[in-house]
């Protein structure tokens, strides 16, 4: 039935370019009104570039674009927005100063004769639709007290219920417990059978499988597939989208997998008795050189803070930290690095400065190291160089501003920067996220590499294959609380979502 | 590696030039501006031309130059220093009131050797930049509220220094480089240039000069990366304060006197000066040579307008609405370099 409606948006051989490297090949992109359509591809292969042209975001770009059979041209993703067209962005795009009733009415609160707000109404109508959504919250509170995975389903549910014909979701999904994706589904499922064109981005292909009707991959800025949802399968995407046989890359976690028996080496960090206001409560534990320790929990669960504290950006309330059995309370971050810990935040905007060079971005961690008072670029560039090479980054151009690179190429450049005198201690938190398969697996051997050579690794997660990819020891952490530890024993993702 | 290096560079230069020059607006519009300016002048009155006259503008900019220094060490760091002026005033006070003065200047001064009184002054201008500093880092007073205060604190101090009356005499060193001249250059000119040179240097080859601009940059990132950024805040107080302190000695020296608000109208010149050269209010994009060509379209400006007889009330309106244009293509351009980079 969807077959025969003709398509309300069509795109026709889309190229673009960003300083001379093209995103965008010569793509051809339909959309039907009541469709799913679910895009995979690798990090860079340019899905990400093609819905921001769609909405209106990139507004220079070759080819035909068409909307209801007639050509446009957006000149601002306000343009796009007019056209009823809402994009929910990888990134948060929240206000978190505000509260969550203005957030949801963003741009277009109830006002009475006089322009004036009218809070009431707004307050209720704002509950409502949250409620619609399943989700409970004082419309009144502010949204930056709600934990992140709440922050993204509120936008979400405001961006699905802004009344748009055309929705693109990228990377809805990545800060989401599993009750929230499946709520976020039945809302897609429904407003797709009103009508509503959705356009679905993720790495977690079992759920572009679960909720598209139809599949788009793309690979190096080119569309190498588009096929039903129910005729293709996991393995077969995967292959679409890496060019080379990819079953092996991507285990599903659902069997059991044996942890090691613990390791004996040095104690590198030792957390006692930790506490911070209602996030974290009387955290112990420690890590040891040469391990992983995983830590688990769901979004909100404190690892934020947790990882926060022990790279000197939060203070805590009580407990005690000591590295290499030395006590240590860091007053700034710069004590902390210079104590041995390093630190990659989930967010790689937090860490990157976009409009420097990735040498720049490379060094800016160990320039201490390298000069005293004068810089040595030569030098800074040979660092940067080898570092680009090893973890493979691509482009690799040192010279190039951050900005111009992928995501997955970012995150690569965030590790990069602790690597050429590694620290005694690497927190990592979601390494992996919003990658693609290869760059991810790229990341797990960086990780097990710097393992063998003695670095002691924590690695916190919202996703349990992160963590079982990665971790010889696992932590559960939950709602401020250690209350599962998983050594020398069989885990799965379904023990971890259990102890949760 | 190296020929796919070459490969990219090649895709970049096949960007053509309109986007070259899009992402440099920041560096091209001032130099524009001085140009423009400067033709206008030359043409309108052709006693603005000459040799002497650039000596003239030269030695106009050189105090405001000196302050600024140090303020675009602050704006690139995202932050301002709003006491400059009043701690360049309180700096030349104080090195007068270290000074032994002629007999009927009625202030209950301190005399004390040269040497000392300079080191006084010198303490004096370096411990307020700290207080800024640690207003800032330690307590979290923004910037501008911090700096406000201190502008108070300094014209206070001031105040109780002279007492309503006037200074005249500094140490004999202060007087040859704040009034003197060798080979026909006056000293004032060459310190601000040696000075403006160190500022250069310090920014562009130090590892500080870094920072500052990792952290004016991104100063998320900056934390996130281990630099200490609460040190380079408050190093950056501190140099801007200490740069004021000596434009103000120099002054006072160039002035031929001491005394209350001598220095108001050095606020607002030297923060123009930076930001119409180009140095970003977001920070982390600009530099000496930005606040260089700032400093030369302002007297440029002011130079001009007396050459061509313009009324002195309207004067005060159009360097209002040239920095107006300044702060419009200061904004626009961070625009179009986050979308060149995005």
Known sequence: ?500 | MASSETALAAGQRARGLAPFLRSQMRNIAPFLTLIFLSGFFALASPSFATLDNLGNILTQVSVTGIIAVGLTFVILCAEIDLSIASIANVTGIAVAYFTLQESYVNIPNIPLPGAAAILLAILLCAFLGLVNALGLTMIGIPSFIMTLAMMQIAAGISALLVRGQIAYKVPGVITTLGSGSIGGIPWIVIVAAIMLLLGHLVLTYTRFGRYVYMVGGNREAAEYSGLNVKLILGAVMVISAVCSGIGGMLGVAHFGSAQQNEFDTYLLDSIAAVVVGGTSLFGGRGGIGNTIVGLFVLGVLNNGLDHVNIDSFLKILIRGLILLAALVINVYAQRLREKAVE
């Open chain 1, 1 to 500: 039935m969807r077959e025969d409606r003709s398509p309300i948006l069509e795109l026709q051989g889309i190229t673009k370019s960003f300083g001379g490297v093209e995103a965008l090949r010569g793509v051809d992109f339909a959309l039907s009104p009541g469709e799913i359509h679910g895009l995979v591809g690798e990090n860079g292969a340019g899905k990400s570039t093609l819905m921001k042209i769609i909405a209106g975001v990139h507004t220079e770009f070759s080819g035909r674009f068409l909307i209801d059979g007639q050509e446009t041209h957006f000149r601002s993703a306000r343009d796009a927005h007019s056209a009823g067209i809402a994009m929910v962005h990888q990134e948060l795009s929240v206000a978190p100063d505000l509260t969550v009733a203005e957030n949801v009415f963003l741009g277009n609160q109830p006002t009475n004769r006089l322009g004036l707000v009218q809070w009431r109404r707004m307050a209720r109508e704002a509950g409502e639709q949250l409620a619609r959504f399943g989700i409970d919250v004082d419309p009144m509170s502010r949204l930056g007290d709600l934990p992140i995975g709440l922050q993204q389903l509120i936008e979400i549910a405001r961006v699905l219920f802004s009344g748009a014909r055309i929705v693109i979701l990228d990377e809805p999904t990545s800060a989401l417990s599993p009750p929230e994706v499946e709520r976020l589904f039945a809302t897609l499922r429904r407003l797709r059978d009103e009508g509503t064109a959705i356009v679905f981005i993720s790495h977690f292909i079992e759920d572009i499988l679960r909720v598209s009707d139809t599949v788009t991959v793309f690979r190096n800025g080119r569309k190498v597939a588009e096929t039903a949802s129910a005729a293709t399968s996991k393995g077969a995407l995967i292959e679409a989208m890496i060019g080379r046989g990819g079953e092996a890359l991507e285990h599903s976690y659902s069997d059991d997998l044996m942890l090691p028996r613990p390791s004996d080496s040095a104690v590198v960090l030792k957390v006692d008795q930790l506490s911070l206001a209602r996030s974290l409560k009387d955290i112990s534990f420690e890590a040891r050189a040469g391990e992983v320790l995983g830590i688990y929990g769901f979004m909100g669960c404190g690892q934020q803070e947790l990882s926060r504290i022990l790279f000197g950006k939060l203070k805590s309330d009580g407990g005690t930290l000591a590295v290499d059995g030395k006590p240590k309370t860091f007053a700034s971050t710069a004590a902390a690095r210079r104590a041995g810990v390093a630190l990659v935040p989930e967010s790689r905007r937090d860490m990157l400065f976009h409009q420097e060079p990735v040498y720049k971005n490379i060094s800016i961690s160990i320039l201490d190291r390298i000069s005293a008072l004068l810089l040595k670029p030569a030098q800074e560039r040979d660092i940067a160089q080898r570092q680009v090479e090893q973890l493979q980054i691509r482009p690799p151009v040192v010279g190039l501003d951050l900005g111009m690179l992928s995501g997955g190429n970012q995150q690569k450049v965030a590790l990069a920067k602790w690597l050429t005198y590694p620290p005694k201690l690497l927190v990592l938190c979601e390494p992996t996220r919003g990658m693609d398969v290869g760059a991810k697996n790229d990341v797990i051997n960086i990780v097990r590499d710097l393992r063998t050579k003695g670095l002691a690794i924590i690695v916190l997660s919202t996703e349990p294959e992160t963590v079982l990819s990665l971790a010889d020891r696992i932590l559960v952490l939950k709602r401020g609380a250690l209350v599962r530890e998983f050594k020398n024993e069989p885990v799965s993702k379904d023990r971890l979502l259990e102890a949760a």
